[in-house]
T-cell receptor, first 113, second 109 residues
Framework: ETGVTQTPRHLVMGMTNKKSLKCEQH?????MYWYKQSAKKPLELMFV???????ENNSVPSRFSPECPNSSHLFLHLHTLQPEDSALYLC????????????FGPGTRLTVT | DAKTTQPTSMDCAEGRAANLPCNHS???????VYWYRQIHSQGPQYIIH???NNETNEMASLIITEDRKSSTLILPHATLRDTAVYYC??????????FGTGTRLLVSP
């Protein structure tokens, strides 16, 4: 247990669906991150939040919409996804933004049909 | 970021020490060496990091050469649960965490 939980663990959705991924950290950290891990590709940083403010968006398509209502919760809202968006989506947190001791959740395995 | 070079895969017998090398010949003076691992179907796990001195924690030891051009992560008594992909990452304090392809360590009985 890393202190970072993600739900759901698995998700199958059609291209016209809207769904949300949830992440919660119980570590008292101030920074949270969304990463994408596609098959046989390195981890890709998507979004960074620091003190509930989005501080980084790495050219992620608008069909991915993050939300950070407080420092413990992070959401990734999904709509009109493409099959190539199928991947493992990982949430992480760190004490402060940029600190590289990041604690990762178990991920949500997303399949877009 | 400085580039790192790691072997694609390594094998280790259970109970023996696993020594995972990493070359980072272009590392600059303010860059740290970080190690993470990712067990199959789980999120990455922070292991250890260092700048110049050798470091040890409850998970592993990190040996950095004097010229800082290479390092070795040591798991002193490998177990089957240590089977994972191990990533060596070199960066300054506030760069993005960028994972390469890592070393796939297989610990066998």
């Amino acid at each position: 247990e890393t202190g970072v939980t993600q739900t759901p663990r698995h998700l199958v959705m059609g291209m016209t669906n809207k769904k949300s991924l949830k992440c919660e950290q119980h570590l008292g950290h101030n920074a949270m991150y969304w990463y994408k891990q596609s098959a046989k590709k390195p981890l890709e940083l998507m979004f960074v939040y620091s003190l509930e403010e989005r501080v980084e968006n790495n050219s992620v398509p608008s069909r991915f919409s993050p939300e950070c209502p407080n420092s413990s919760h992070l959401f990734l809202h999904l709509h009109t996804l493409q099959p190539e968006d199928s991947a493992l989506y990982l949430c992480a947190s760190s004490q402060v933004k940029g600190l590289h001791e990041q604690y990762f959740g178990p991920g949500t395995r997303l399949t877009v049909t | 970021d400085a580039k790192t070079t790691q072997p694609t895969s390594m094998d280790c017998a259970e109970g023996r020490a696993a020594n995972l090398p990493c070359n980072h010949s272009t590392i600059s003076g303010n860059e740290y060496v970080y190690w993470y691992r990712q067990i199959h179907s789980q999120g990455p796990q922070y292991i250890i990091h260092g700048l110049k001195n050798n470091e040890t924690n409850e998970m592993a030891s990190l040996i950095i050469t004097e010229d800082r051009k290479s390092s070795t992560l040591i798991l002193p008594h490998a177990t089957l649960r240590d089977t994972a992909v191990y990533y060596c990452i070199v960066m300054t304090g506030f760069q993005k965490l960028v994972f390469g392809t890592g070393t796939r360590l297989l610990v066998s009985p």
